[in-house]
């Protein structure tokens, strides 16, 4: 048997219920309400989980499939947005991953810090702005991160 996800609305635990009607086996799913139990005054208003005034517990019944007590499991554990959210999530984490890999694509083991004085002089010598090429340099990384965050974003997006 499957495992079944709290309340998508509360968060208590849920149960399955059966009950058998006209020849027809029925298996339901409900909120149990036990988010609630240390403050018995309260219900849920999102899932109507509430309690009557003689103390008991009234409960919402969220999945009810005649016959088949997986598919009523299967369509209580369905969360479409919960799905998109962490599809979502997992597109941006890998671009995340992407730019922290560029963070250490240069490291000073490899690339040690030149003598920016040394190398003003030499551009300058050569007809080049420092700045010019300080300014390209960035340019170039500034698009690359843009594109990678353009393509997670339209993706994302879909």
């Known amino acids: 048997m499957s495992e079944l996800k709290p309340c998508p609305f509360c968060g208590s635990s849920a149960q399955i219920v059966s009950s058998w009607s006209h ?90 810090e030149p003598d920016l004085k040394l190398a003003r002089k030499l551009l300058t010598d050569g007809g080049i702005s420092y700045d010019a090429l300080n300014a390209y340099s960035m340019r170039h990384v500034i698009n690359g991160v843009g594109k990678i965050i353009d393509e997670a974003l339209n993706e994302v997006a879909k």
Do not use: M
Request: hydrophobic share 30%; aromatic share 12%; with cysteine.
């Open 23 to 112: 020849r027809s086996n029925e298996y339901a799913i409900q909120c149990s309400g036990d988010a609630f139990e240390e403050d018995r005054n309260y219900g849920c208003p999102a899932c109507n989980y509430e309690q009557d005034e003689q103390g008991g517990f009234g409960f919402s019944y969220i999945s009810t499939v005649k016959g088949d007590k997986e598919r009523a499991i299967e369509i209580w554990n369905t969360r479409p947005i919960e799905d998109q959210l962490r599809a979502e999530n997992e597109r941006l984490r890998e671009a995340i991953e992407l730019l922290q890999n560029w963070v250490h694509a240069y490291p000073i083991s490899v690339f040690p």
